[in-house]
């Protein structure tokens, strides 16, 4: 169960990292900054989000 909750918690901040990066994009914004900003936060919320998503999956429910 625990894992359950870990990759929910991973998935959620995948997710709003991905957010970011959108919202960093349509603002839009001049010089390298910008598009680093985007790029990392759109990296790291990709990684978080699958390797929430990969948690989920693959962890077994348990009889009670």
Do not use: C, H, Q
Request: aromatic fraction near 10%; charged fraction near 15%.
């Amino acid at each position: 169960m625990e894992k359950r909750i870990l990759g929910i918690i991973f998935s959620l901040l995948g997710a709003t990292g991905l957010i970011l990066a959108a919202v960093n994009f349509v603002n839009g914004g001049e010089g390298t900054r910008s598009i680093k900003t985007i790029v990392i936060y759109a990296i790291l919320g990709a990684i978080f989000f699958f390797s929430g998503i990969g948690l989920i999956r693959s962890t077994k429910d348990k009889a009670s």
